[in-house]
């Protein structure tokens, strides 16, 4: 079946910078996402890929995809205390409506 | 633009009543809405996604006749914990598609605590 599978933590230290690693399973996923989750809030969408694509950059965010693999990961440059959250890896299901299926997050602690 | 709000943010209730949570696309039409349950320090589970104008289409495991779901419109979408029970203390979230399809927009979450 479908799943989705990330490191459970990272500890980075303020202004280096964060990969956070997913793996997944369905090689037909059309789409490839990353969301942001503060205590007690719902999911912030930062970016996403599409499976055709291998790289894509937003200011200080770049995803990388190795379809081969089945490998994403997200790099997060010159990591601020603001970036401390769960981050969750999700791939959206072949067959319509956008269905998603998460992994279990990666809890990023920034210190100074 | 794209913003998802949720109503209310918390709610506190007693064994055996009902518990209505609504969903709400703020700028754009969302003709798919879905609903997800988030344990404490747990991914997100996918309850059920919410058509406009049909039935949900609900996940294994997961009870339509206790968790009740109603899209009547473009923008609206309401989740219904019926009966419930101290098991279904959660965080519960929903989300809505963009008209393209391929962006999901969270709410913010209800925490439903039953005593």
């Known amino acids: 079946g479908e799943d989705v599978e990330q490191s459970l933590f990272l500890s980075v230290r303020e202004g280096d910078s964060s990969v956070i690693n997913c793996t997944y399973t369905?090689?037909?996923?059309?789409?490839l996402y990353w969301y942001k989750q503060e205590p007690g809030a719902g999911l912030q969408l930062l970016t996403y890929?599409?499976?055709?694509?291998d790289m894509k950059q937003d200011q200080r965010l770049t995803v990388l995809l190795n379809k081969k693999d089945k490998h994403l990961s997200l790099r997060i440059a010159d990591t601020q205390t603001g970036d401390s959250a769960i981050y969750f890896c999700?791939?959206?299901?072949?067959?319509?409506?956008?269905?998603?299926?998460f992994g279990a997050g990666t809890r990023l602690a920034v210190h100074p | 633009g794209a913003v998802v709000s949720q109503h209310p943010s918390w709610v506190i209730c007693k064994s055996g009543t009902s518990v209505k949570i609504e969903c709400r696309s703020l700028?754009?039409?969302?003709?798919?809405m879905f609903w997800y349950r988030q344990f404490p320090k747990q991914s997100l589970m996918l309850m059920a996604t919410?058509?406009?104008?049909?039935?949900?289409?609900?996940e294994q495991g997961v009870e339509k006749d206790k968790f009740l779901i109603n899209h009547a419109s473009l923008t609206l979408s309401t989740l219904t914990v019926t009966s419930a029970h101290p098991e279904d203390s959660s965080f519960y979230i929903c989300?809505?598609?963009?008209?393209?399809?391929?962006?999901?927009?969270f709410g913010p979450g209800t925490r439903l605590t039953v005593t």
């Open positions: 989300s809505a598609t963009n008209p393209q399809g391929y962006e999901q927009y």
């Open positions: 369905d090689s037909s996923s059309t789409y």
């Open positions: 890929i599409f499976s055709n694509m």
């Open positions: 999700a791939e959206s299901m072949s067959g319509g409506y956008n269905k998603l299926i």
């Open positions: 700028d754009f039409q969302a003709t798919t």
């Open positions: 919410s058509n406009e104008g049909s039935k949900a289409t609900y």
